[in-house]
């Protein structure tokens, strides 16, 4: 339903565009009139999406990574990344139009304290963490739900600020930070 959602949103910009440059029809007013109908359709779709979508990621994984260091962007697909490094140091991801789902179940983290950080303006964020790692995680979504450790919030502007009793004590942390304008972030 989300590729048919993204699907008829792009050829209906694209039709109105083709049409203002061909002088039959006039795009400011037109998105003037109807930008409430992209808000409907966006709503029929989250209505009518699968409950299956908030399930762990699949047993294939798309990459799989040893790097100590995660840099990533995507624009126009989802993203699935097993991180396997024993020394990792964090990173930035950053997508627009597409989920999110990074495995850092079998890594270690590196001596110190690391930043990873997990941007994205169109799509979901699913991260899996190593059993009892001490983190501290920052999540926000402008139109999204929260679900970090068990602790959920829905609506506008959620944000939920987590931290694990083992962080300030122990010499192996992870800061994460993960923003999303419209889409939902699960953390276990």
Known sequence: MRNLFWGIVFITFGVLFLL???????????????WPLILIIWGFSILTRSKSRHRPPQVEITQQSASDVL??????????????????????????FGDCEIDLSGSSFAEGEHELKIHGV?????IILPKDAPVSITASSVFGDLAIYGQQKSGF??????????????DRRMKIIITKVFGDIRVE
């Open 20 to 34: 203002d440059n061909l002088g039959y029809a006039d795009i400011s007013e037109i998105i003037h009139d109807y």
């Open 71 to 96: 840099h990533q962007s995507n624009i126009f697909g989802d993203l699935f990344t097993k991180i396997i490094s024993q020394n990792f140091k964090g990173g930035s991801i950053n997508t627009v």
């Open 157 to 170: 502007s959620a944000d939920i600020q987590y931290k694990t009793p083992s962080y300030s004590t122990t």
């Open 122 to 126: 169109f799509g979901d964020s699913f």
